[in-house]
């Protein structure tokens, strides 16, 4: 009688662990990659948005978070993002201009005056519109925009005018809106990845580089620089992508509730990149570096002139636009 009793409670145990193993199997795992370090908000950030989908998902997304290149340079993610290689990134927007590039105004030198402009944008009936088209072109949903920092500039030397840099080799990422201000400015840019600054820094290969405050700091790049000028040649933003193939077979639910945990994320970046770019200046100070107010309009004017909007592929309505957002 009592083995009796039993079957029962083994049938309902046996029956819970077959609906656990099965929940486990249709878990979909995806990869989430980026090329910034562990320390940094983008990471955290997007370890925090993983684990939120999980959780409203009941666990139907299991989403792996790959930082620091490890999956591959920015050139590498965004490809992935097409090939079904990676299934969400967070990368800047100048590396989607590539297929998409009309995205790439947004990094037009000095087209934002502030972070404040940059975000405005984001929110715009303009930025709706370049995201749809892009989505039409390459099927890749943009889903959040986060403030990345204005970019300043390293070197072993102070300038303070857009003629002081002729010659200067500085790194910049491999894209072209990147390029523009030095450039213009007769300047020697170099195009190297991002994970290789440090060591070209150290070892001669460059002179200089352009960075937020943020990732100076995060990559360490005052250990191998004097000083710091403070350009803000572009007020720079990264925007949060899903692969297609992740995309299309979401409900419109789950599309909706993946937006809305990607746009949180973003804002709890945004928040906390702005407080520490305005701690950081007299943390460099304190560090030993020399921290340089540079002449803004010489450079601003040189690219004007010698880079205008047009030059780079980018239409005056576009920039007339994004100037007009408030």
Known sequence: MQH???RP???????????????????QKLKWAHVY?????????????AAEIKKRSNGKFDIQVFPASSLGKETDLNQGLTLGTVDIIMSGASFA?????????????????????LLAFSKS??????????RRKTGIQVTAY??????????????????????LKIRVPDAPAYITTWQACGANPTPIAFAEVYLALQNGT???????????????????????????????????????????????????MFTEVMQEASARITVKIKKREAELID????????????????????????????????????????????
């Not at 010698?306 to 239409?315: A, D, M, Q, R, Y």
């Open 4 to 6: 009796l009793l039993f």
């Open 9 to 27: 409670v083994r049938a309902l145990a046996l029956g819970l662990l077959c609906w656990a193993a099965l929940s486990a199997m249709a878990a």
């Open 37 to 49: 370090e562990t320390s940094e908000p983008f990471h955290t950030e997007s370890v925090w948005a």
């Open 97 to 117: 201009a590539r297929t998409y590039p009309r995205f790439g105004i947004a990094y037009y030198p000095f087209i934002f005056r502030d972070s404040d402009h």
């Open 125 to 134: 009936a303009l930025f709706q519109e370049m995201t749809q088209e892009f």
């Open 146 to 167: 986060a403030y990345y920092g204005a970019r300043q500039t390293t070197g072993q030397k102070v300038f303070n005018t857009c003629a002081d840099i002729k010659g």
């Open 206 to 256: 460059v002179d200089a580089q352009e960075n937020p405050l943020t990732a100076i700091e995060a990559k360490k790049f005052f250990e191998v620089q004097k000083t710091i000028m403070l350009t803000s040649h572009v007020v720079e933003g990264l925007i949060t992508m899903v692969g297609p193939h992740v995309w299309n077979t979401l409900s419109p639910a789950e599309q909706k």
């Open 283 to 326: 943390i460099f100070k304190k560090k030993g570096l020399k921290v340089v107010e540079v002449d803004r309009k010489s450079f601003q004017t040189s690219v004007l002139k010698n880079k205008p909007v047009e030059s780079l592929g980018f239409t005056r309505t576009d920039y007339d636009r994004i100037q007009a957002v408030k």
